[in-house]
């Protein structure tokens, strides 16, 4: 499995950015992905992810700012990252769990500031 990622950049507080994410490869029906983040000089921590279903869950930090959604046919996930804060400073990773197996974007990323 192959994951694509795009959409990071350089946005004021307040702003606004999307990822997306697109697998490709030998994909199942039954997936996770998720998004995650890794600011420098921390460990890299979860942001939110969404099963197949739908089920979805996202760190306290982000609720009510950010959105996690995907397009099954397209095997690609989106946030929608909104009220952008200097503290959302940092590198996302998309990430795809399938099978016991996860596999890890290359990173993309996004810089809170004036």
């Known amino acids: 499995v192959q994951l694509v990622e795009s959409g990071g950049g350089l946005v004021q507080p307040g702003g606004s950015l999307r990822l997306s994410c697109a697998a490709s490869?030998?994909?199942?029906?039954?997936?996770?992905m998720g998004w995650y983040r890794q600011a420098p000089g921390k460990q890299r921590e979860l942001v939110a992810i969404?099963?197949?279903?739908?089920?979805?869950n996202y760190a306290d930090s982000v609720k009510g700012r950010f959105t996690i959604s995907r397009d099954n046919a397209k095997n690609t996930v989106y946030l929608q990252m909104n009220s952008l804060k200097s503290e959302d400073t940092a590198v996302y990773f998309c990430d795809f769990r399938t099978g016991g197996l996860i596999y890890w974007g290359q990173g993309t990323q996004v810089t809170v500031s004036s």
């Open positions: 969404i099963s197949s279903d739908r089920t979805i």
């Open positions: 490869g030998s994909i199942s029906r039954m997936y996770v």
